[in-house]
């Protein structure tokens, strides 16, 4: 065991043992604070995939500002204890085994598949870290026009959530 | 030193992909519901890293990038959406939302 494995597996089981808190916790603060430990962990493998600036970005939109957000509704609507009702059986008996079963096909077409094997035998990866200047120039040349939409898109969603959360006159 | 296999990172995001589908049909509240979409979101962008890395191509990572972003806009009206609902229904939980059900 090398440091890089070692570093995955902690980081590995520390995001799942945050989805699953996310589950099975009652109060919505709980399963934020556990949804910000899968996010953290998560920019430390990408971290340990060479990819900086996702990591950094990942801290800072995902962890910092739409936690934050999330954690601001939740104070601001007094979120408390979810309230157990029993109106849908469907959810219980169908979305529990029809979840297990797409994670397990899903895992197992991840390692059986021919792409999958292919990536595990031949495609390693390297070592060297994606440099943040050649992420930029790529960001900056041949998708400057999705970058600059995504500037009208966040203006859209700034002026559609004032609308729709101020108060009626 | 060895490197870990790109696979390793594709099962990981598979079972936090799972994981957010199962709290997604399990969960009663609004903005648990919405932060197990959050989490598809993020296994999602794991697999795309992972299989930037595989091929040694930047064009994965840009597209975690814009997924980011859409996923801020996403929360930031999703949000307050779900202002709205309660200020009108008084209630987060979604089997008491049911005026369009069947």
Redesign the interface.
């Known amino acids: 065991m090398?440091?890089?494995?070692i570093m995955?597996f902690v980081c590995?089981a520390l995001?799942?043992i945050g989805?699953?808190t996310?589950?099975v916790a009652r109060e919505?603060i709980h399963?934020?604070l556990a949804?910000v430990l899968?996010?953290v962990s998560?920019a430390v493998?990408?971290l340990?995939?060479?990819?900086e600036?996702?990591a950094a970005?990942?801290i800072i939109?995902?962890a910092g500002?739409?936690m934050v957000?999330?954690v601001f509704?939740?104070m601001?609507?007094n979120?408390g204890v979810?309230?157990?009702?029993d109106?849908?059986k469907l959810?219980?008996y169908a979305?529990?085994p029809?979840?297990?079963f797409?994670?397990?096909a899903?895992?197992y077409?991840?390692?059986e598949s021919f792409i999958?094997k292919q990536?595990?035998n031949g495609?390693?990866?390297?070592?060297a870290s994606?440099s943040t200047r050649?992420?930029s120039a790529?960001?900056f040349q041949?998708?400057l026009f999705?970058f600059e939409a995504?500037s009208i898109?966040?203006l859209?969603?700034?002026l559609?959530?004032?609308v729709?959360?101020k108060k009626d006159e | 030193?060895?490197?870990?296999?790109?696979?390793?990172?594709?099962?990981?995001?598979?079972?936090?992909?799972?994981?957010?589908?199962?709290?997604f049909?399990?969960?009663?509240?609004i903005?648990?519901i919405?932060?197990?979409i959050?989490?598809m979101l993020?296994a999602v962008?794991?697999a795309f890293?992972?299989f930037?890395?595989?091929?040694?191509q930047?064009?994965g990572?840009?597209f975690?990038?814009?997924v980011?972003?859409?996923?801020?806009?996403?929360?930031?009206?999703g949000?307050?959406?779900?202002?709205?609902v309660?200020q009108n229904r008084q209630t987060?939980?979604l089997?008491?939302i049911n005026l369009l059900k069947f």
Do not use: C
């Open positions: 090398t440091l890089p494995f995955f590995a995001a799942v989805a699953f996310l589950i919505p399963s934020a949804l899968v996010m998560l493998l990408y340990l995939l060479g990819a600036f996702i970005v990942q939109v995902y500002a739409i957000l999330f509704v939740i601001l609507l979120a979810e309230e157990r009702t109106y849908s959810a219980k979305g529990l029809f979840g297990f797409l994670l397990l899903l895992a077409w991840m390692l999958g990536i595990a495609l390693g990866g390297t070592n994606v050649e992420l790529q960001l041949k998708y999705p995504t898109l966040i859209i969603a700034i559609g959530a004032l729709l959360a | 030193m060895s490197i870990v296999p790109i696979s390793y990172y594709l099962v990981l995001s598979a079972v936090l992909f799972g994981l957010g589908i199962i709290a049909v399990v969960k009663r509240n903005i648990t919405f932060m197990a959050e989490l993020n962008n794991l890293v992972a930037a890395r595989a091929h040694n930047l064009d990572l840009v975690v990038f814009f980011i972003v859409v996923a801020a806009a996403e929360s930031a009206v949000l307050a959406i779900i202002i709205t309660y987060l939980n089997e008491r």
